[in-house]
C-alpha cells in the first residue's frame, strides 16, 4: 500500500512541477512587450501572415528551390580580440577571416558539395536563401559619429 501511494505522491509532484515550471520565457516577454506597446501582438500576427503569404505566393509562382530574385548583400565585421603582449602569436590571420565569409556565402546560398545529402523531408525546403556576405569596408561609426 505505501508502495502505492508513494508512486501517485511521484506523478503528482511530477505533474505539479511541470505545471509551474516554464521552460521559455518568450510568454512574458510578449506580454511585457504587449504592456509597453499596445497592439505588439496584432502587429507581430498580421506581419508573420503577411510574410507566410508572401512565401507561399513565392513558393506557388517559382517553386520551392529556385534562385531568389533578389541578392542581398551583408556586410560583416570581425571582432578578434588578443593579448596585445603576444600579438603576434594570438593574431588571426585574415584568410581565416576570408574562409568563414566563403563558408558563409557557401552555406547560405546553398553551394556546398553535400547537398545532395539533404534528408527527403527537407529538400522541399532547402535552398538558396540570396544572402552575400562580404568583408565591411566602411566603418559605420565614423559615418554615424557615434563613440
Not at 36 to 65: C, E, M, R, W
Not at 85 to 93: A, E, G, K
Amino acid at each position: 500500500m505505501i508502495k502505492y501511494l508513494l508512486t501517485i505522491l511521484s506523478l503528482f509532484s511530477i505533474a505539479f512541477a511541470q505545471l509551474t515550471h516554464e521552460k521559455c520565457g518568450l510568454t512574458d516577454y510578449e506580454q511585457y512587450l504587449e504592456s509597453q506597446y499596445p497592439g505588439f501582438h496584432d502587429a507581430v500576427k498580421t506581419t508573420f501572415n503577411k510574410a507566410l503569404l508572401h512565401s507561399q505566393n513565392k513558393v506557388q509562382l517559382k517553386g520551392i528551390n529556385s534562385t531568389p530574385d533578389t541578392i542581398f548583400r551583408v556586410p560583416v565585421v570581425f571582432h578578434v580580440i588578443y593579448n596585445i603582449n603576444d600579438s603576434v602569436n594570438q593574431n588571426l590571420p585574415d584568410s581565416i577571416l576570408q574562409n568563414q565569409i566563403q563558408v558563409l556565402n557557401t552555406d547560405y546560398r546553398r553551394l556546398n558539395a553535400d547537398t545532395v545529402n539533404t534528408r527527403v523531408i527537407f529538400k522541399d525546403r532547402a535552398g538558396d536563401v540570396g544572402f552575400e556576405f562580404f568583408l565591411a569596408t566602411i566603418d559605420l561609426t565614423e559615418i554615424l559619429q557615434v563613440a
